[in-house]
């Protein structure tokens, strides 16, 4: 049984037909939300049960591949765990079918960013390269494509290691861990433990990759077993470093070296982490310092995250949907250093507000709550600047319009997850750039 029939369910129930297996696959949504993507599977003999889960469809069956995103605490599941029927994860069984090399990424901020890097880095020092897993084409779906490759390169979710009991990858990057998934989590411990499972199953030879600035990295790296290798903006014993505009690097078993930082197109001291660790990891992996550079001088970043859409009448517009979390809405904060209005909001995941608030109140000019979590953002910010609730972004837009001035940064950074009133972040994403970009042309400026 195959649980969750999005892109990468789907592409586990192909691959098991494929190889002669008896298959069911089970989602919560009805037929018509799947706009004609599971004829495939009918085609292929794949027994559907669609619009709910059905505890007994899961005793009759041997193997259950749990899509991420999928809660561990369905009941169905619950049951067919008691009757020690094997629970999988698509991430966990889909590796299982490769003998790759991997490096996984994980952390609460900066997952696609450093993925993006390291896998734009290997290809530059000639190799064959998959990136994907958590991003872009999941790992069953290129496994079920045939590909080959040198490396894998996989962002890893929090949701995807709660169901890996295998997974083992020869690089484990953990970038930082800050409160999120706490709607989905029973603590913030318990979703640190997430994240640290990363590290559970390496062996001696394998390498671990923190962050010795993230508090819970430092705390914890006594937890990874093979080798370890801290990144640093400011400890300068780290293994990766800044110094000036280079970074500096040095993997005891391979060696030091230096990479020029100076010419590169991210900004932020988020974007100065993520640029550490993937240059580390990419080490490790064999990469030397030109392959690095070339990279950092030429990749401008990523949709969603940070990104300039427009200047108008004298405002910088920039959408970071991507922003689904506090922690990292304070590290983009930490990008500007002009005022902010900052538009938030969405579904709330149930964290603490209050390392946005200190934030804000430093550089933000005014808040602009939309959407379910309006009421609680509003009533915990605006202690720290004028905040005001609105039903939706496009309200909220207007008014951020009609306030900000030349000068002023107008920032979407939502805290919150988009499954209010989006189907993902990058609709919202999208939708704000549409209302930057329908703003009069006559305000624009080059």
């Given amino acids: 049984m195959v649980v969750g029939l999005g892109v990468s369910g789907r592409a586990v129930c192909e691959l098991l037909m494929e190889r002669g297996s008896v298959v069911m696959g089970t989602d919560l949504r009805p037929r018509e939300a799947f706009n004609g993507a599971l004829d495939k599977l009918e085609r292929g003999g794949c027994r559907l049960r669609l619009g709910g889960h059905h505890v007994e469809d899961f005793r009759e069956v041997d193997q259950i591949i749990v899509s991420p995103g999928v809660p561990l605490d369905l009941e169905p599941l619950v049951e067919a765990r008691s009757r020690g029927i094997e629970i999988i994860g698509e991430l966990d069984w889909a590796w299982l079918q490769v003998g790759t090399p991997v490096v996984a990424v994980s952390g609460t901020n900066g997952k696609t960013t450093t993925t993006s890097l390291i896998g734009e880095i290997m290809k530059a020092w000639g190799k064959r390269v998959f990136v994907g897993g958590n991003i872009g084409t999941p790992l069953s779906r290129w496994v079920l494509q045939g590909g080959e490759a040198d490396v894998l390169v996989l962002e890893v979710s929090s949701f995807q290691l709660d169901t890996a009991t295998h997974f083992r990858p020869e690089v484990g990057v953990l970038l930082n861990v800050t409160e999120d998934h706490l709607d989905r989590y029973e603590s913030f411990s318990q979703y640190a433990d997430s994240k640290f499972s990363l590290f559970s199953r390496q062996g001696p030879q394998d ?27 400011h400890d ?55 392959a690095m550079a070339g990279v950092i001088q030429s990749f401008a970043g990523l949709p969603h995250r940070v990104e300039w859409v427009r200047t108008w009448q004298g405002i910088d517009f920039y959408n970071d949907s991507k922003g689904t979390n506090v922690g990292a ?66 309200k909220a837009f207007e008014a951020v319009v009609a306030e900000a001035q030349k000068g002023d940064v107008v920032l979407l950074s939502p805290a919150c997850s988009s499954f209010d009133q989006y189907g993902s972040y990058t609709e919202r994403g999208d939708h704000f750039r549409e209302l930057v970009r329908g703003l009069p042309e006559s305000g624009e400026e080059m």
């Fill in 329 to 394: 809405v304070v590290k983009a904060l930490e990008s500007f250093q002009r005022p902010v209005h900052i538009l938030l909001g969405g579904r709330d995941k149930l964290g603490s507000y209050v390392p946005l608030g200190r934030a804000l109140r430093n550089k933000g000019k005014g808040a602009y709550v939309f959407g379910e979590a309006a009421d609680r953002m509003r009533k915990e910010l605006e202690t720290h600047l004028p905040t005001r609730a609105f039903p939706d972004l496009g």
């Fill in 207 to 233: 390498t671990g990759i923190l962050n010795l600035d993230d508090s819970i990295c430092r705390r914890r790296s006594g937890e990874v077993p093979g080798r370890l290798l801290f990144y640093s903006r």
């Fill in 236 to 290: 300068v014993t780290a293994n990766g470093r800044l110094k000036g505009v280079n970074i500096e690097l040095e993997v005891p078993w391979l060696g030091s070296f230096t990479v020029d930082l100076s010419g590169s197109k991210l900004q932020g001291a988020h974007n100065e982490e993520n640029i550490l660790a993937a240059c580390l990891a990419s080490a490790v992996m064999g990469a030397g310092p030109s």
